[in-house]
Antibody, heavy 116, light 112 residues
Framework: EVQLLESGGGLVQPGGSLRLSCAASGFTFSSFAMSWVRQAPGKGLEWISTIVSGGANTFYADSVKGRFTISRDNSKNTLYLQMNSLGGDDTAVYYC?????????WGQGTLVTVSS | DIVMTQTPLSSPVTLGQPASISCRSSQSLVHSDGNTYFSWLQQRPGQPPRLLIYKISNRFSGVPDRFSGSGAGTDFTLKISRVEAEDVGVYYCMQATQFPRTFGQGTKLEIK
């Protein structure tokens, strides 16, 4: 069974940093591109970033480019999102999702709240 | 960026009756490889999104056959042949033909 489990969310002050993790199991992690998608409270879905299976290529939404970094450790079956210079607009549930051209499995999400 | 526009934004439906959601993209979603990377997702209340349909009309594993997708180019439709109570939630279209990946605003399906 494919499982994705996010962690690392919490309350952070404006301007602060946070690193999210997504532990994958039930499939060959190193064979799949992975993505992060977020959802602000009461709002729709926003794609943030995608990383190819080997980790060599990454893609970002303009809203996070230069502040967020996606990475992966295929030996640990784990996806990461390093978030810096956080602002109120970054408050959201962050989901990791498997896939490149469609997101076929999603984690339960981790809540990031940016507030002083 | 490709803008995805869904209609309607809210859809009250009677149980057992059909429902239909449309999604229009601001440019063609046909990729240079010939595929159209368009999908539909469902988000039930309090749950993460779930993939229903990929590449316009392919039902994902475990998705009931009352869900069907159709369309081409810039116009796409999700149809539910007979709405059940478990179908309540928000439905999103998504394009993955180019970066950035973009979603529609969401259509809330509710029971009358």
């Amino acid at each position: 069974e494919v499982q994705l489990l996010e962690s690392g969310g919490g309350l952070v002050q404006p301007g602060g940093s946070l690193r999210l993790s997504c532990a994958a199991s039930g499939f060959t992690f190193s064979s799949f591109a992975m993505s992060w998608v977020r959802q602000a409270p009461g709002k729709g879905l926003e794609w943030i970033s995608t990383i190819v299976s080997g980790g060599a290529n990454t893609f970002y939404a303009d809203s996070v480019k230069g502040r967020f970094t996606i990475s992966r450790d295929n030996s640990k079956n784990t996806l990461y999102l390093q978030m810096n210079s956080l602002g109120g607009d970054d408050t959201a549930v962050y989901y990791c999702a498997r896939g490149w051209s469609s997101f076929d499995y999603w984690g339960q999400g981790t809540l990031v709240t940016v507030s002083s | 960026d490709i803008v995805m526009t869904q209609t309607p934004l809210s859809s009250p439906v009677t149980l057992g009756q059909p429902a239909s959601i449309s999604c229009r993209s601001s440019q063609s979603l046909v990729h240079s490889d010939g595929n159209t990377y368009f999908s539909w997702l469902q988000q039930r209340p309090g749950q993460p999104p779930r993939l229903l349909i990929y590449k316009i009309s392919n039902r994902f594993s475990g998705v009931p056959d009352r869900f069907s997708g159709s369309g081409a180019g810039t116009d796409f439709t999700l149809k539910i042949s007979r709405v059940e109570a478990e179908d309540v939630g928000v439905y999103y279209c998504m394009q993955a033909t180019q970066f950035p990946r973009t979603f529609g605003q969401g259509t809330k399906l509710e029971i009358k």
